[in-house]
């Protein structure tokens, strides 16, 4: 037999594998198949669920903050409206007496 | 005795509060039962502070206005509007002015053709610390109730703010 036969033969030898290698490779199977898990889950959803709902809540309570704060203005500008053109008519009434009182002939 | 100290004490100093400010519901029951159109406004010492927040420093009647706020504790107003002359009469303004008789006093009381207006003051000391405007027209009443310190300043401002124009007077 040519010495090319020989080794090709040799090379092709069945060979029992080493103790524990079929262990190992279903271990490294296991951790493989746990890496290639989606990395969206659903304990991302729900945080940015949480993260989108707490931001809209914040953003509604000062949208509604805002609209009761002005609100507040109108009313505070009414009210200091009315005051000041009762007082007005009142002034004015008062002006008008003494310019009368002065007036009188002696 | 000793816990009831402190509520004792509590109770004394909000009793100033309470005395500058007229329960206006139950003392204008008769009006707002007449009345065709009702406005209100109260705000009392929180609203204020949030509308004074709300007031713009770059407008001068809303500059004037957020001094005055300052101040004051309370704003309550009430305007109510009659369909035709002679829908209410002056004593329906009784209970309300019951209220303010003895506690308040009037400065100023002002009948001019079909309008009166009257003017009380709420003292402490020589403090201002409450007013109440009341306006009887043919066909509209206003009420407006101040509650906090009240400087003779703002009060000369308002007449002369908010649009309203300064009375002028001649100084020889």
């Given at each position: 037999m040519p010495p090319f036969d020989n080794d090709l033969r040799e090379a092709l030898r069945r060979r029992e594998p080493p103790p524990g290698f079929a262990e190992r490779v279903l271990a490294r199977a296991g951790n493989l198949g746990r890496h290639e898990r989606p990395a969206f889950t659903w304990r991302w959803a729900a945080a940015a669920a949480a993260v989108i709902l707490a931001g809209g809540s914040l953003l509604y309570e000062r949208h509604l903050q805002r609209v009761a704060g002005e609100r507040a203005r109108e009313q505070t500008m009414l009210a200091l409206r009315l005051t000041g053109s009762k007082l007005h008519d009142v002034r004015q009434h008062l002006f008008e007496l003494q310019r009368r009182t002065i007036e009188l002939p002696e | 005795m000793r816990k009831l100290v402190p509520v004792l004490l509590l109770s004394l100093l909000a009793t100033p509060a309470a005395a500058q400010q007229i329960n206006l519901q139950s003392t204008l029951e008769r009006l707002a039962a007449k009345t065709a159109n009702k406005t209100e406004v109260n705000l009392d010492a929180s609203m204020l502070k949030l509308a004074s927040q709300f007031l713009s420093d770059g407008d001068k009647d809303e500059a004037g206005a957020k001094k005055l706020v300052e101040s004051l504790k309370g704003v309550y107003v009430r305007v109510f509007e009659f369909?035709?002359?002679?829908?209410?009469?002056?004593?329906?303004?009784d209970p309300l002015r019951g209220q303010l008789k003895g506690r308040w006093g009037q400065i100023v009381s002002m009948h001019e053709k079909d309008e009166t207006v009257e003017v009380w003051m709420h003292q402490e000391g020589d403090n201002t610390t409450g007013m109440m405007v009341i306006s009887m027209e043919p066909q509209e009443v206003t009420v407006v109730n101040l509650v906090g310190m009240i400087r003779p300043a703002d009060l000369a401002a308002l007449s002369g703010q908010f649009g309203i124009p300064t009375i002028e007077t001649k100084k020889d």
């Open positions: - | 369909d035709k002359p002679g829908a209410y009469a002056p004593g329906d303004l």
